[in-house]
């Protein structure tokens, strides 16, 4: 049994966090990481907003089935009032905790004020934090923030110790600027700085690969947990790969036969819990697919193949297609 770490409210196990990605992290996507160790999860970025006003692609975003937990629900909004709003909204779904969005960088969301253009304005985030904590009815509230706006304004220590005071339960911090988009490095002393900043639970994100980046990411910045985003994509063993290297103990990866069984998996999954049309969930279905054989034999000829898939019995076509034309090859 790994150590735990005492967040929102509970014994959480010393591993790994799937990391909130809209369009990317969904209810399928979760569930498949859950499965591979992930100890928490978030759901994508819902507009405070979008729900106050009964969008129903917001609700939608806001169901959590049981295998997904613990998960937060995560909001963005840059208006104090319909952050208090959405909370009481949310908590008819019963999220382990509420997440605030504050380093979403897009321009659609920080040109409203919102994401990480909180991290300009940390009063106003105040406000949220303060807005979420006075209508949770004591559901945990957390921030997700980055390390600044940009070179120049690298606030994140005197950001999180705000967040803190105003009633924040947790921070994350994404080790990027909000100008560094999603490229750069991740600089992760300046997460470290947070957590000798702050008494509350700092997790630690942004550039998590591998098994020995995670273990590096704990030791190098004293974190008490760590978020892993993209490079779970087409790839939730991650998880795995995590806790055995977390243990000290060997990992061995899945070898491409068992990768294609997972990724027919997680087009069922999608087609089951989506709700969408056979056809639309496929478009869905591609944009995964497309990331579970990178760097295999012969994945450039899948991937170019996955455009194509229409249904269910086209993806179960292309796996056997593959296997029979790799099946000999020794890197497999
Ligand atoms: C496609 C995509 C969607 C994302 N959506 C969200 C989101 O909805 N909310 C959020 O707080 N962060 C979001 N992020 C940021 C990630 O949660 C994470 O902070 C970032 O990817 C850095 O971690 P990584 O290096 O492990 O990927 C998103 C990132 C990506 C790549």
């Given at each position: 049994m790994s150590e735990t770490v005492r967040l929102f409210g509970k014994a959480i196990p010393k591993t790994a966090a799937l990391a909130p990605m809209a369009s990317v992290a969904d209810t399928a996507y979760r569930l498949l990481c859950m499965e591979q160790g992930a100890c928490m999860c978030t759901g994508e970025l819902i507009s405070a907003k979008g729900l106050c006003y009964g969008s129903k692609g917001s609700r939608a975003l806001c169901q959590i089935t049981?295998?997904?937990?613990p998960m937060g629900i995560q909001l963005f909004g840059s208006e104090p009032e319909y952050i208090a709003a959405a909370t009481e909204i949310i908590l008819e779904y019963k999220p382990d905790w509420i997440d605030l969005n504050m380093g979403c960088p897009v321009p659609k969301v920080v040109n409203q004020g919102a994401g990480a253009a909180l991290m300009r304005t940390p009063e106003l985030a105040e406000q949220i934090v303060q807005a979420a904590v006075s209508k949770a009815k004591g559901v945990p509230v957390g921030v997700k923030m980055r390390i600044g706006w940009d070179d120049n304004h690298r606030n994140a220590v005197s950001f999180a110790q705000r967040m803190e005071a105003a009633g924040a339960d947790a921070i994350c911090v994404h080790g990027r600027t909000r100008m560094q988009f999603y490229g750069?490095?991740?600089?992760?002393s300046a997460i470290r700085a947070v957590k000798q900043a702050v008494a509350i639970p700092v997790i630690g994100n942004g550039d998590i690969v591998t098994g020995a980046d995670a273990v590096q990411m704990y030791a190098e910045t004293g974190c008490d947990l760590i978020m892993v985003g993209?490079?779970?994509?087409?790839?939730?063993w991650v998880f795995a790969e995590i806790e055995a290297a977390l243990a000290g103990e060997a990992y061995t990866p899945p070898d491409t036969p068992e990768r294609l069984a997972g990724l027919l998996r997680h087009i069922r999954l999608i087609l089951e819990?989506?709700?969408?049309?056979e056809t639309l969930a496929m478009r869905e279905a591609r944009k995964h697919a497309l990331w579970?054989?990178?760097?295999?034999?012969?994945a450039a000829m899948f991937r170019a193949q996955?455009?194509?898939?229409?249904?269910y019995a086209d993806a179960e076509r292309l796996a056997a297609q593959y296997l029979e034309k790799y099946q000999t090859s020794e890197s497999m």
């Open positions: 049981a295998a997904e937990r750069g490095k991740a600089d992760w993209r490079a779970t994509y087409g790839n939730p819990l989506s709700g969408k049309s579970y054989l990178k760097g295999r034999p012969g996955c455009s194509n898939l229409q249904s």
